[in-house]
């Protein structure tokens, strides 16, 4: 059974950092690519970026320069280091994971929601000024 696990939520001020850790298990497959989305209650959920073989990545242009995503294959854990956070980061967190090869973005180059099979069930970031 598939499973995803994120960690590492939490509450932070305003231009302070944060990490967060996905750990998966259960592929019988390694996935290709693996991304982090973001949800506020009542909205839809948004794409924050991903990370392809061959250290692709793409992010939203909301957190380009100040969110970066790596993954460790060996360890099955994806990361996703927040720095200089806003307010308007604050939002349930969730990782995703999909085994077919390729990916797809938005026009503005952020991961999209219905190209991720399996996800994990959330974590929270409250920013706070």
């Known amino acids: 059974q598939v499973q995803l696990v994120e960690s590492g939520g939490g509450s932070v001020q305003a231009g302070g950092s944060l990490t967060l850790s996905c750990v998966t298990s259960g592929f019988t497959q390694r996935p290709y690519r693996m991304a982090w989305f973001r949800q506020l209650s009542g909205q839809e959920r948004e794409g924050v970026a991903l990370?392809?073989?061959?250290?692709?990545?793409r992010y939203a242009a909301s957190v380009i320069g100040r969110f970066t995503i790596s993954r460790d294959d060996t360890k099955n854990t994806m990361s996703l280091k927040m720095n200089n956070v806003k307010l308007e980061d604050t939002a349930t967190y969730y990782c995703a994971a999909d085994t077919r090869v390729g990916f797809q973005t938005t026009s503005a180059g952020a991961p999209v929601a219905h190209d991720y099979t399996h996800w994990g069930q959330g974590t929270q970031v409250t920013v706070s000024s």
């Open positions: 990370i392809a073989p061959s250290n692709i990545t």
